[in-house]
């Protein structure tokens, strides 16, 4: 059976404040960032569609926190938080929502289908769960080279049913991968209740038919998030094979944000809503010793001058030249990874 785990393993006093505020401030630009996004996206400067990750914060925070430059991640639809925690510009992320040309795949797409591998992130699929194959081919790489590096690759309880799901898990079993699986649990694939999908009760209880340790945590806890993830990526970069951490979580808004989620009824949003990960973590700051209202003023002032730089620097690129889409096609051959390589057939390389 899965682990249930809650807890966060001490530290000392002032390193644990400094960390504290640090997280604070990342939950807080991560969600900022949603809704400004979704408030773009009502005014038609998003291209294509928008998946909120509101009311998540903690979840992509939580796991982002203890990884280190060199790491692999395979992000879903709806984390621009990961986007932002792993070092991605706030900028260019905002520049690829809105299909400019300075974004992550140069106007060639929206949305979070381009990746930044320069700060090892991985361009999420409309086919949810077939980046769990690619987080095990980054993980065997680092295997095969004996680094420390990880892979984590992040999927909801709807893709835990399909087979790339199930093969990459079989395949990090067996081969002992330093990769790292999270279940976003939301308890809806769409509009499909978890209930109505599957038999069990955590997707975490699979782990043990594929020979590694499930985990399940509450993830609107960003406390028990980060604790359990510094545990079971320690693990693993140690040589302990793979690790999946379920985490119980809830959307705020529908699937996309085009969807009215009339599935759910307002007794269950609003419960949900009484766990908001930020009060709860201000809750616990203020317990801590923290001034929350000074704290929470300044860091809403530093995240606003964030996000509206990130919103002026997109406004102000330029969408890509039609004579550019056959560009950046192709890879050079011969390059180093993360180099520059030189053009093929007279075409610029991928950045």
Known sequence: MAEQDGSAAPAPVAARAAQDVELYYRMKLVRA????????????????????????EALVVGICAPLEPGDFTAP???????????????GRLMAQLMGKETGLSRGKDSFLHGGDIAH?????????GSSLPVACGAALKFKIKRERHI????????????GDVHEAMNFAGVQKLPVLFVCENNRYAYSTPFEKQTSIENIADRAAAYGFRGHVCPGNDL????GLAERVID?????????????????????????PALYRDQEELLEWESRDPIPLFEFYLD?????????????????????QAAVDFADR???????????????????????????VNGRRPIR
């Open 33 to 56: 960032f949603e809704e400004r996004v979704s408030r773009l996206h009502r005014q038609n400067k998003i291209l294509g569609g928008v998946y909120s990750g509101a009311g998540q």
């Open 76 to 90: 879903l639809h709806r984390d621009l938080g990961v986007f932002l925690m792993r070092g991605v510009d706030p």
């Open 120 to 128: 090892g992130v991985f361009g999420s699929s409309s086919m949810l």
């Open 151 to 162: 892979a984590v690759a992040f999927f909801g309880e709807g893709a835990s049913s399909r």
């Open 223 to 226: 406390l028990a998030v980060v």
């Open 235 to 259: 693990s693993i970069r140690a040589g302990g094979g793979p690790g999946l951490i379920e985490c119980k979580t809830y959307r705020w808004r529908g699937h996309s944000e085009h969807d």
């Open 287 to 307: 317990k801590r010793g923290h001034d929350i209202n000074r704290l929470r003023a300044e860091t809403d002032e530093k995240v606003n001058t964030t996000i």
């Open 317 to 343: 690129s330029p969408y890509p030249e039609p004579e550019e889409a056959l560009e950046d096609l192709y890879v050079g051959q011969g390059a180093a990874p993360g180099a520059p390589s030189a053009a």
